[in-house]
């Protein structure tokens, strides 16, 4: 997938990057992944499992900020994110990754969005919905941990409405890793944390980088994941086009019903000056 649009800019954030060629062992599906609570049980086949990858950067320019809720983070961060820049975030208290999504979303809109996270609150579930559907996202999809769907109930049916809305998808495997990266009208970015979509009140670690390749790389990763949920037979990787699926449709849906509508309002208009019949 070539996404170089999105890479513009002088960056100063990488000046090398060196790739792991895929490693020839293959996942054991007899292993029990440990989760926070305990082991989970076997790991699925192989096939339905990315093999481990790797990307090295070299990082130029770094800013350091240190916050503890939501508001320190619209006042501490800056206010127009630069190309190629590297910003380190520590956080303590009522901040999770949304809220630095949402700092991006006051800068520029989102033609794409990809969360994974081990669950999402349903509070950041709303939000996200609501950002869709005033068009600040185009298209969303969501990668989360497997107790997502049977704890967060809610939380989950949300994400699926969501998703089916813009062309995206919900899929569920055997997650862990707290990434989110976008493609916008202005720049490309890449969260990596240790918080997920919740708020957590402890010391929690967020890196964004605005960085094209970068977003990329994450993105081609994700887009080969093979869920263990079957809710979008349908869907395919987002390629860097305007709109979405969903939004064609959604657009030539109110074409219709436009042309419609003006062809009703002319047979009205020929049908009250057509003359009058006889008079008994």
Not at 16 to 27: M, Y
Not at 197 to 211: A, G, H, K, M, S
Request: hydrophobic share 35%; net charge negative; with cysteine.
């Amino acid at each position: 997938m070539d996404l170089s649009f999105f890479a513009t800019g002088e960056s100063r954030f990488r000046t090398k990057v060196e790739r792991e060629p895929e490693p020839a062992e293959e996942l054991n599906a007899d292993q029990a992944l440990p989760s926070e609570d305990g082991p989970i049980g076997p790991i699925p086949d192989a096939h339905q499992m990315r093999a481990a990858k790797m990307i090295k950067t070299t990082v130029g320019h770094v800013q350091m900020i240190r916050m503890i809720s939501d508001k320190t983070a619209e006042l501490l961060l800056p206010r127009h994110f630069e190309t190629g820049v590297c910003y380190h975030c520590m956080s303590y208290g009522g901040i999770d990754l949304w809220s630095y999504v949402k700092h991006i979303l006051r800068q520029q809109r989102l033609r794409y969005l990809m969360i994974s996270s081990w669950i999402v609150s349903p509070d950041d579930a709303r939000e996200i919905k609501a950002a869709v559907e005033a068009g600040d996202v185009g298209r969303v999809d969501f990668y989360v941990g497997d107790i997502f769907q049977g704890g967060y109930r809610g939380a989950y049916d949300i994400c699926l409405e969501t998703a089916a809305m813009c062309g995206g998808r919900v899929a569920i495997f055997h997650n862990h890793a707290k990434i989110i990266l976008g493609f916008g009208d202005s720049f490309p970015f890449v969260m990596a944390s240790s918080c997920n979509l919740n708020i957590n009140p402890r010391l929690e670690q967020t890196d964004i980088y605005t960085d094209g390749e970068l977003a990329a790389w994450y993105k081609d990763y994700f887009d080969g994941i093979h869920a263990f949920n079957r809710d979008f037979p349908d869907w395919h990787p987002w390629e860097g086009q305007d709109g979405t699926e969903a939004e064609r449709k959604n657009r030539e849906a109110a074409g219709k019903e436009a042309a419609d509508e003006e062809k009703s309002g002319r047979a009205d208009a020929d049908a009250a000056e057509e003359p009058a019949g006889p008079s008994e």
